[in-house]
C-alpha cells in the first residue's frame, strides 16, 4: 500500500501552471484509469475520476490540485529578454541564480542576477527581485519568436524529482504532486461500500478556483483535501518547537487560514477528524495533528459546496514548501495513503459519535 515513484516522477516532470495544468492532468488521467469506473473533465481541465459504491452509501470527494507555482511571461523586450508575472505565492529570495523552462518546447532560460562584481554595498545585502528578466539567450524579440515563445506563455522552474538520503525525496512542485500520487494509490488498494471520486483539481495556488467548480459538480457528502503541510523542523525555520517533521506521519489538520486569526480558510468539523484519526488508528499510523496559518487548502471551498459538506484535510510535511526545492519524506505519503484506505472502509461518524 504505498505510493508508486514512477507516478510521482511522472507528475513532477508534467509541468503544471495555473490554468495551463493540462499535461498534469493527462498524467492522472492515465495512470488512474484503470483503477476507477470512469473518468471526466470540465472545461477548466478538473479531472473526476469516480469508482462507484453502493446506491446508499456515502460519497467521498478526495481532492490534490494539479497546479504549481509559475512566471506569466507577460513582455517580450526588443532585446530579446521576458519580463513575467509571478503567479502563486512566491518567495522573491527564491528567484535569483535560477533556471527555468519556458513555454510549450520547454526552453532553458535563467533568472539572472546583477553581478556581485558591480553592486553596491547596499545592493549586496538586498534582494532585488524586481529587477530580474528571463534569459533564454535569445537577442531579439523576432529571435524570441523563432524559439517558439511569445507573451502568454508560462515558464517554471527547473528542478526535477530526485532523492535524498533516508528515504527522503526533492523537486518542485511536491506541492501537491505527492497528492496525486497517493490519490492513485488509494484508488488502487481502497475496498469500501462508499462512492469514491479522486480528483486532480485545477487553479488551487491562485484561489482554490478548481475545487469550487469540481466540487459544486460533484456535490459530495464529504471532502477531503490532500496536500502537503509546510514543515518547520530545519535551522533556517528558526522555530523551538516545530509543529510539524518530516518523517513523524501525516498531518491531520485542526484548521487552516489566511490570517493568524484564520479567516479565509477552513475550521474542520469533528466528524471528518474523528473519522480520519479513526482510519489513522485502524492503520496504526502515528499522526500530527496541527493549524495552518497564512495558508489555506481546498477543504475550504469543498466545506462550503451547496448547502455544505463535511470536510476536512490529511497532508503530507515538507520543508522549504513553495520553492524549486521542496523536500519530503516518502514514509509520510505512504502512511497517508494507509490512513485513506483505512478510513474509507470505516463508517463516517454522526453527531453521536463525537466528542463535543
Same mark, same amino acid.
Given at each position: =500500500?504505498?505510493?508508486?515513484?514512477?507516478?510521482?516522477?511522472?507528475?513532477? +516532470?508534467?509541468?503544471?501552471?495555473?490554468?495551463?495544468?493540462?499535461?498534469?492532468?493527462? #498524467?492522472?488521467?492515465?495512470?488512474?484509469?484503470?483503477?476507477?469506473?470512469?473518468?471526466?473533465?470540465?472545461?477548466?481541465?478538473?479531472?473526476?475520476?469516480? &469508482?462507484?459504491?453502493?446506491?446508499?452509501?456515502? @460519497?467521498? =470527494?478526495?481532492?490534490?490540485?494539479?497546479?504549481?507555482?509559475?512566471?506569466?511571461?507577460?513582455?517580450?523586450?526588443?532585446?530579446?529578454?521576458?519580463?513575467?508575472?509571478?503567479?502563486?505565492?512566491?518567495?522573491?529570495?527564491?528567484?535569483?541564480?535560477?533556471?527555468?523552462?519556458? $513555454?510549450?518546447?520547454?526552453?532553458? $532560460?535563467? /533568472?539572472?542576477?546583477? %553581478?556581485?562584481?558591480?553592486?553596491? !554595498?547596499?545592493?549586496?545585502?538586498?534582494?532585488?527581485?524586481?529587477?530580474?528578466?528571463?534569459?533564454?539567450? @535569445?537577442? &531579439?524579440?523576432?529571435?524570441?519568436?523563432?524559439?517558439?515563445?511569445? *507573451?502568454?506563455?508560462?515558464?517554471?522552474?527547473?528542478?526535477?524529482?530526485?532523492?535524498?538520503?533516508?528515504?527522503?525525496?526533492?523537486?518542485? *512542485?511536491?506541492?501537491?504532486?505527492?497528492?496525486?500520487?497517493?490519490?492513485?494509490?488509494?484508488?488502487?488498494?481502497?475496498?469500501? !461500500? =462508499?462512492?469514491?471520486?479522486?480528483?486532480?483539481?485545477?487553479?488551487?495556488?491562485?484561489?482554490?478556483?478548481? @475545487?469550487?467548480? *469540481?466540487?459544486?459538480?460533484?456535490?459530495?457528502?464529504?471532502?477531503?483535501?490532500?496536500?502537503?503541510?509546510?514543515?518547520?523542523?530545519?535551522?533556517? @525555520?528558526? !522555530?523551538?518547537?516545530?509543529?510539524?517533521?518530516?518523517?513523524?506521519?501525516?498531518?491531520?489538520?485542526?484548521?487552516?487560514?489566511?490570517?493568524?486569526?484564520?479567516?479565509?480558510?477552513?475550521?474542520?468539523?469533528?466528524?471528518?477528524?474523528?473519522? /480520519?484519526?479513526?482510519?489513522?488508528? %485502524? +492503520?496504526?499510523?502515528?499522526?500530527?495533528?496541527?493549524? =495552518?496559518? &497564512?495558508?489555506?487548502?481546498?477543504?475550504?471551498?469543498?466545506?462550503?459546496?451547496?448547502?455544505?459538506?463535511?470536510?476536512?484535510?490529511?497532508?503530507?510535511?515538507?520543508?522549504?514548501?513553495?520553492?524549486?526545492? #521542496?523536500?519530503?519524506?516518502?514514509?509520510?505519503?505512504? !502512511?497517508?495513503?494507509?490512513?485513506?484506505? %483505512?478510513?474509507?472502509?470505516? #463508517?463516517?461518524?454522526?453527531?453521536?459519535?463525537?466528542?463535543?
Amino acid at each position: =500500500m504505498e505510493i508508486d515513484e514512477d507516478d510521482l516522477a511522472a507528475f513532477v +516532470a508534467a509541468r503544471g501552471a495555473p490554468s495551463n495544468e493540462y499535461d498534469v492532468a493527462d #498524467e492522472f488521467a492515465e495512470r488512474i484509469g484503470e483503477h476507477v469506473d470512469r473518468i471526466e473533465r470540465d472545461a477548466q481541465g478538473n479531472v473526476i475520476a469516480t &469508482s462507484e459504491g453502493d446506491d446508499d452509501a456515502l @460519497a467521498v =470527494m478526495l481532492a490534490a490540485h494539479t497546479d504549481e507555482l509559475a512566471l506569466l511571461v507577460d513582455t517580450i523586450r526588443d532585446d530579446g529578454f521576458l519580463e513575467y508575472t509571478k503567479i502563486a505565492g512566491h518567495y522573491k529570495g527564491n528567484f535569483p541564480g535560477q533556471r527555468v523552462v519556458v $513555454g510549450p518546447d520547454e526552453l532553458l $532560460g535563467v /533568472l539572472g542576477p546583477k %553581478s556581485r562584481h558591480l553592486m553596491t !554595498e547596499d545592493e549586496k545585502e538586498e534582494i532585488d527581485e524586481e529587477s530580474l528578466t528571463i534569459d533564454i539567450g @535569445a537577442t &531579439s524579440r523576432e529571435e524570441v519568436a523563432t524559439l517558439n515563445v511569445e *507573451a502568454g506563455d508560462f515558464a517554471t522552474w527547473d528542478r526535477e524529482y530526485d532523492h535524498l538520503a533516508n528515504g527522503r525525496i526533492t523537486g518542485r *512542485a511536491l506541492d501537491d504532486r505527492i497528492a496525486l500520487a497517493i490519490l492513485v494509490a488509494v484508488a488502487e488498494a481502497a475496498e469500501t !461500500e =462508499m462512492t469514491v471520486h479522486y480528483v486532480a483539481t485545477v487553479q488551487e495556488e491562485v484561489g482554490l478556483r478548481g @475545487a469550487r467548480m *469540481a466540487g459544486h459538480t460533484v456535490d459530495p457528502d464529504v471532502g477531503i483535501a490532500l496536500e502537503i503541510f509546510p514543515a518547520d523542523d530545519y535551522p533556517a @525555520a528558526d !522555530e523551538p518547537e516545530p509543529s510539524a517533521k518530516l518523517g513523524e506521519g501525516p498531518v491531520i489538520e485542526f484548521a487552516d487560514g489566511t490570517s493568524e486569526y484564520l479567516f479565509g480558510g477552513v475550521l474542520v468539523d469533528r466528524e471528518t477528524r474523528t473519522w /480520519l484519526k479513526g482510519g489513522a488508528a %485502524s +492503520a496504526d499510523v502515528d499522526i500530527q495533528e496541527t493549524v =495552518m496559518v &497564512s495558508g489555506s487548502t481546498d477543504a475550504t471551498e469543498l466545506q462550503q459546496v451547496r448547502g455544505g459538506r463535511y470536510a476536512g484535510a490529511i497532508a503530507v510535511p515538507c520543508r522549504y514548501s513553495h520553492s524549486p526545492v #521542496e523536500t519530503l519524506d516518502l514514509t509520510d505519503a505512504n !502512511e497517508t495513503v494507509a490512513t485513506l484506505v %483505512s478510513a474509507l472502509g470505516t #463508517e463516517f461518524p454522526g453527531p453521536e459519535d463525537i466528542r463535543r
